[in-house]
């Protein structure tokens, strides 16, 4: 079957319980698909209530991006295949004595409050046809428009203030080449991983 793609983030006005529960239903699929790819478990998450679903959604300083393999969103056949989070410095900030010091760390690379990209990944069925790098431009792209809002806008350089990290699992090498493909580069080595990251002023100009 041919598909259409589409990514676009997951419409939270209003936010929709069915959208919740898609949402749930292909983060737990990828932890259960490709438990080595990343740090939390599905055992841990399968023990989500609904309402701790709906808060990582419904929230105006994050946002996950879906890949949609139909033509429209509300098509209600249309299938979730792929989904990237973007934590923005001020989830970070809010946050900041909740979450794991090497978020801390890496979130102020070079100084700067950084958005963080978490929870990359792709349907096996649906791999291999770009969606991967859509979901990164996505986001990016979501986060260059955010931080123009913010007028962290530079007028007389032309250029956009901020940076993006993400941290990538080690053994996880297709999705490290994607992202040096797409310009990141090695911040700093941990045990199990390597977090990655990309100045904004290095992205193309909207």
């Not at 249309?78 to 900030?93: S, Y």
């Not at 979901?135 to 993006?164: H, Q």
Request: hydrophobic residues 40%; aromatic residues 10%; glycine residues 6%.
């Amino acid at each position: 079957m041919r598909y259409s793609y589409s990514v676009v983030p997951i419409p939270t006005s209003p936010l929709l319980q069915a959208h919740v529960d898609k949402y749930a239903s292909l983060r737990l699929l990828a932890l259960r698909t490709n438990p080595e790819c990343f740090f939390s478990t599905h055992d841990e998450e399968g023990r989500f209530s609904r309402e701790q679903w709906r808060g990582r959604i419904d929230t105006d300083d994050r946002v996950t991006l879906i890949a949609v393999a139909s033509k429209i969103l509300a098509d209600p056949s249309a299938e979730w295949v792929g989904l990237i989070t973007v934590l923005t410095p001020e989830f970070l900030k809010e946050r900041r004595d909740n979450i794991p010091p090497k978020f801390q760390k890496y979130a102020m690379w070079l100084g700067e409050p950084a958005n963080v990209l978490v929870s990359m990944w792709v349907h096996p069925e649906h791999r291999c046809k770009g969606l991967g790098g859509r979901l990164i431009s996505e986001a990016i792209d979501w986060v260059k428009k955010r931080t123009m809002t913010a007028k962290n806008f530079d007028v007389n350089n032309g250029r956009l203030e901020g940076v993006v990290v993400l941290e990538v699992v080690k053994g996880n090498t297709g999705a490290g080449m994607l992202y040096r493909a797409m310009g990141f580069e090695n911040i700093d080595s941990e045990d199990a991983s390597i977090w990655m990251g990309k100045r904004l002023d290095n992205l193309p100009y909207l």
